[in-house]
């Protein structure tokens, strides 16, 4: 990087521009393990400092990287290309929480499980909840239109951000959306900006919608002998008319890690697969509910019980710590988080048994069964190895299978670096063009994030 435009970053950032080599390491690599080497690190606590920022990234032509916590999954905020990685970790205030408006304005930065927790002191709700939320941040989020456990009932991040200040490649500070609930003056620009992964602009604040908190929640675990019988089961449960608040399957694998990797057996390794179901709403809601649940799930199932209060509390910790948890099974994994229609479920489950089983590989399946989004997971021992050669052949075969099942490759974690090689399997050629010309209107030298999403 040119020295000077170090010097014009130091100058935006006292204090807060990182260039010695353990900053650089730090904030090259996100949860995929993936790395790249940044040219210098910036914290910005301001918009205008991160349009200052901006500013100096375009007159070098300087790749710049928006990180958020770095838990994302498809190396989304690896700076490949070197440059300016943009750390938004210090602007993470809360604004202000209106009860009356059912709004709270935040900051990038902010944790989203302590946005969760902030708000349900205060009798509030704010339902996107990726199983990372106690680390990832309310900026990833929206750059990534997170999804999580109760996408099922509430919907992903994207139906709560009402308006976004962001800022694009020129410079320039925009507001788009509104404070409201409702407003329809215009394109739709805010929800370009949501799920972009940073190729666009830089988001720098953001009006959520919440809603008031659930007076009850209650958790049901059924287990099932197979795979087939439980990914069955989820479109008979929504038959019933009841929607649960989230619907999460685990096959025998999930469960067996977890127990490994909590050293003790929260969830029954005797049985194939499993469904953990919750359901919210005032008190007798609740309990009419999971009865009317628990007797569609009773049919095939191996076991079912109920819990609440800390007791349900250990199951959803456990569900929430699957994916670290197969490193008991395999040090690696390719971590797919695609998403079929919902009959479809039990087509997937056993495609991907039969495509793991023909190339020889170790695999785990879990995920958000409500909305047909399954995180499927080849797992490996080596990136330099014959068994990782295979999974990536496991991959392009599960993809495929998505397709064909009218499927998508992501629900979730998006494209970054690692799907970029497969969106022409989903995206029409006129449909990818049209997304390249509108990156090149807004971003004409290519500095917001290259190389990744498109």
């Known amino acids: ?42 914290f910005p606590i301001t918009a205008d400092e991160v349009a200052g920022i901006v500013r100096v990234a375009a007159a070098y032509k300087l790749p ?45 930065g902010v944790v989203t499980g302590t946005l969760k927790k902030t708000l349900e002191d205060q009798g509030l709700f704010y339902p996107p909840d990726p199983a990372s939320s106690e680390f990832s941040s309310i900026g990833g ?42 407003g329809v003056v215009g394109y739709n620009l805010k929800d370009l900006f949501i799920g972009s992964e940073g190729t666009l602009g830089v988001i720098t604040r953001a009006i959520l919608r919440v809603i008031p908190k659930p007076a009850s929640r209650s958790t049901l675990f059924a287990t099932y002998p197979d795979v087939k019988t439980s990914a069955s089961i989820v479109t008979r449960i929504l038959d019933t008319g009841i929607l649960p608040s989230a619907i999460e399957f685990m096959d025998q694998s999930s469960m067996h890690a ?19 179901i919750e359901v919210d709403g005032d008190q007798d809601q609740t309990v009419r509910s999971l009865e009317k649940i628990a007797a569609v799930c009773t049919a095939s199932s191996l076991s079912i019980e109920t819990a609440h209060g800390a007791d349900a509390d250990k199951l959803w910790t456990a569900r929430r710590a699957i994916s670290p948890a197969l490193a008991k099974i395999k040090p690696l994994k390719l971590n ?15 495609g991907v048994e039969r495509i793991s089983a023909s190339l020889g590989l170790r695999y785990a399946n879990f995920g958000h069964a409500g909305d047909g989004n399954i995180h499927v997971n080849i797992l490996y021992d080596a990136p330099d190895s014959d068994e990782y050669q295979r999974a990536l052949k496991a991959v392009d075969q599960v993809f495929d299978l998505v397709i064909s099942l009218q499927g998508t490759i992501s629900g979730e974690h998006g494209v970054g670096l690692t799907k970029l090689g497969y969106i022409t399997k989903e995206l029409a050629p006129a449909a990818h063009g049209l997304m390249k010309e509108i990156k090149r209107l807004i971003d004409p030298d290519n500095i917001m994030n290259p190389g990744k999403a498109i």
């Open 258 to 276: 977890v127990s490994a990797y909590l050293g003790s057996e929260v969830f029954d390794t005797r049985a194939g697969s499993a469904l953990l």
């Open 336 to 350: 797919e988080d695609i998403v079929v229609p919902l009959s479809k479920l039990p087509d997937l489950v056993l």
């Open 1 to 42: 990087m040119d020295k000077a435009a170090v010097t014009a970053l130091k100058k935006i950032c006292p204090d807060r521009c990182s260039t010695d080599k353990e900053s650089l390491v730090l904030y090259g690599y996100d949860a995929t393990g993936i790395s790249g080497k940044p040219d210098a690190v910036v």
């Open 64 to 108: 710049l990287v928006p990180r958020g916590a770095g838990t994302g999954l498809t190396g989304g905020s690896v700076p490949v290309k070197g440059g300016i990685v943009l750390s938004m970790e210090k602007m993470n205030r809360i604004l202000s929480v209106s009860k009356a408006d059912l709004t709270a304005e935040v900051e990038p």
């Open 141 to 182: 989020n929206i750059a990534e239109n997170a999804g999580g456990l109760k996408a099922v009932k509430y919907g992903s991040t994207s139906s709560y951000v009402l308006g976004i200040e962001v800022v694009i490649a020129s410079g320039d500070v925009l507001w788009l959306g509104r404070h409201t609930h409702k």
